[in-house]
């Protein structure tokens, strides 16, 4: 990997404090859908291993649900990283705008 996930173009972010949060997010996401946008989607969830794993994975696999829902594409990359002291984050975007953007 020549580049780190927070380099890619973003847009919008999603700041989550809970599993609730998580469902939220993850409808917006399906809603607003990976294919038209040329950015991805970036959330923050707190540093607190046991909620972020939860936000985690109720995230990519709402994502993954809800895009085969609406029998949209489902080729989605993602990535999860230290983003601050205080917060862990996934970005998930197209793998084909990811490599339409070259990276």
Excluded: C
Aim: aromatic fraction near 10%.
């Amino acid at each position: 990997m020549d580049f780190h996930p927070k380099d890619l173009p973003i847009a919008k972010t999603y700041d989550l404090k809970d599993v609730k949060d998580a469902s939220d997010a993850v409808d917006d996401m399906v809603k607003i859908g990976f294919n038209n946008q040329k950015e991805g989607f970036k959330v923050l969830m707190p540093k607190e291993a046991k909620i972020a794993k939860r936000i985690g994975y109720t995230v990519t696999t709402g994502v993954t649900h809800g895009l085969r829902q609406k029998n949209e594409i489902r080729d989605i990359k993602y990535w999860t990283y230290h983003h601050d002291k205080d917060h862990y984050a996934i970005v998930l975007i197209s793998n084909k705008i990811l490599t339409e953007l070259g990276f």
